[in-house]
C-alpha cells in the first residue's frame, strides 16, 4: 500500500463487508463474485495494474513477464476469464512479487503454489487453485485496460480492498463517494454496537 495515497490507506481501514454496504447504496456493482483469499489471513488494499488474457493463438503467445514493470504497491489484477482448468500465476510471480513490494495479486481464474504465497504472507485471491499451468493454453492479450473479476469491472488505478470475506472494487470516478459512505455506515455501526453493549435492545439500538 502506498504511503502517499489517502485514499487507499482510507480503504485499508475499512473491511470489505462495510464497503460493500456502501457500494449497494450507491447502486455500483463492485463486489467480486467467488473471488477468495488463498489464505483467511491475507489483506489486501491498492490501486489495480490490469493484465487481460485470451485463448492461446498459433503460434503460441506468452503468459506474460510483466512482474518487473508493475509499480510497488500495485495489485496485480489478472484476467484469466474465470478459467479453472489453466493458472497464470504460481511461485516465481509470487516471490518477485513480494521482494518487490507489490500489494498483492487478483486472478479471475485459479493459481498454483498456495503454500509459498502462504508461507511469505503474499495476498493473492482467486477463484481456486489448482496445479496446471497456462502456459500454450492462454496468452495475455492486453495490459493496462479494463478486466472482469467476479462480474466486477476494474480499470488501472482502481482501489482494491480484499480481507477474509473476499475483494471489492472502488472505481476511480466514484471512490471519494464510496468511502465516504463507508465511513458512515461504519461509525453508525459502530454506534449500534455500544450501545447494544450497555445492555439496550437490538431494535431501540438500531433506532437511536
Known sequence: MSQQDPNVARAAMLDTATLSDALD???IVGQC????????GFRLAGRAWTLKYGPAASPCGT??????????????????????????????????AH?????????????????????????VFSKDHWMRTGKDRVQVEATGVPVNIGGARV????????????????????????????????????????????GVRLDEARKQ
Open 99 to 123: 521482494r518487490r513490494g507489490i500489494a498483492g495479486t487478483l486472478i479471475d481464474g485459479v493459481c498454483r503454489d498456495v503454500a509459498l504465497c502462504t508461507s511469505l504472507g503474499y495476498p
Open 25 to 27: 447504496k450507491l447502486g
Open 155 to 198: 480499470a488501472p488505478g482502481d482501489i482494491l480492498k480484499g480481507d477474509t470475506d473476499g475483494v471489492v472494487v472502488s472505481m476511480k470516478e466514484h471512490e471519494d463517494r464510496v468511502l465516504a459512505a463507508a465511513e458512515e455506515i461504519e461509525a453508525a455501526e459502530n454506534r449500534i454496537r455500544e450501545t447494544a453493549r450497555s
Open 33 to 40: 463474485y467467488k473471488i477468495k483469499p488463498r489464505d483467511p
Open 63 to 96: 503468459v506474460g513477464d510483466y512482474i518487473d514493470d508493475v509499480p510497488p504497491g500495485s495489485v496485480i489484477v489478472l484476467d484469466n476469464g474465470g478459467r479453472d482448468n489453466a493458472t497464470v500465476w504460481g511461485d516465481i510471480l509470487t516471490e518477485i
